[in-house]
């Protein structure tokens, strides 16, 4: 499989000056293209438009906006940029807010350098990444939430969105919890194949992230089949 060989364009948002720093430059050290850095919400949403970073390190507790904010309404506004959060919090209340505000993966702040640099390069090919224990308490939220009832776009009626054949099955394997890169070994194909197939399929279902996609499959008990 083919790695991407153009650098990795980096936003890093934390309030401390010297951790978003070190961050920064541990990440340019390490051959990723650091393109903008911000220290608060409103100037981190401002930065990120104007830089268009392809994956933002983004703290939580931020002043002026709060991250699962600026993540909410950057995910929006650019639905193709892998946010990563690092975190001092383990709360389960924060993953699980962080991950139904677009939110790619979710890193606590004890994880040492070569963790880091490993989860923005797994975060960039859009792979989900998490600190350890937290992955199934994500996945359980999944499932809690597609026991609820909610509104969802009616595939089967005339003339509604239909997927292709591969587009069902990437999504049947994105609900049974797999990455992207497992899936891409899996279907033997690429890693932007299977993010094409996952954003065609976000477009065609009206749904704006993949926690929204994996509650659709779900709903449909696709992970089941």
């Known amino acids: 499989m083919t790695q991407r060989q153009d650098p990795i364009r980096v936003m890093v948002v934390d309030d401390h000056p010297m951790w978003r720093d070190a961050v920064a430059r541990d990440l340019a050290e390490s051959g990723f293209e650091v393109?903008?850095?911000?220290?608060?919400?409103?100037?981190?949403?401002?930065?990120?438009?104007?830089?268009?970073?392809?994956?933002?390190v983004l703290d939580l507790n931020l002043p002026a906006k709060p991250g699962v904010q600026v993540c909410k309404e950057l995910?929006?506004?650019?639905?193709?940029?892998?946010?990563?959060?690092?975190?001092?919090?383990?709360e389960h209340a924060d993953v699980l807010e962080a991950v139904k505000s677009g939110a790619t993966g979710y890193l606590l702040k004890s994880?040492?350098?070569g963790e880091l640099l490993d989860a923005v390069r797994r975060?960039?090919?859009g792979d989900a990444v998490f600190t350890p224990g937290l992955a199934g308490l994500v996945l359980g939220e999944y499932r809690r939430l597609a026991a609820e009832p909610v509104?969802?776009?009616?595939?089967?009626?005339?003339?509604?969105p239909?997927?292709?054949?591969?587009?069902?099955?990437?999504?049947?394997?994105?609900?049974?919890?797999?990455?992207?890169?497992?899936?891409?070994?899996?279907?033997?194909?690429s890693h932007r194949t299977?993010?094409?197939?996952?954003?065609?399929?976000?477009?065609?279902?009206?749904?704006?992230?993949r926690v929204e996609l994996v509650?659709?499959?779900?709903?449909?008990g696709l992970d089941e089949e």
């Open 123 to 125: 975060t960039a090919v």
């Open 151 to 160: 509104p969802a776009p009616d595939t089967d009626t005339p003339g509604a």
């Open 162 to 189: 239909r997927l292709t054949e591969r587009e069902t099955e990437v999504l049947r394997l994105v609900a049974k919890g797999l990455s992207y890169k497992q899936i891409a070994e899996r279907l033997v194909i």
């Open 35 to 56: 393109v903008a850095t911000a220290g608060d919400g409103e100037q981190a949403v401002r930065r990120a438009k104007a830089a268009a970073p392809d994956v933002l």
């Open 111 to 113: 994880a040492s350098t």
């Open 215 to 220: 509650r659709y499959a779900i709903e449909r």
């Open 194 to 209: 299977v993010q094409n197939h996952v954003q065609n399929t976000l477009g065609k279902l009206q749904l704006h992230n």
């Open 75 to 90: 995910v929006a506004h650019n639905p193709a940029l892998r946010v990563l959060v690092l975190s001092a919090s383990g």
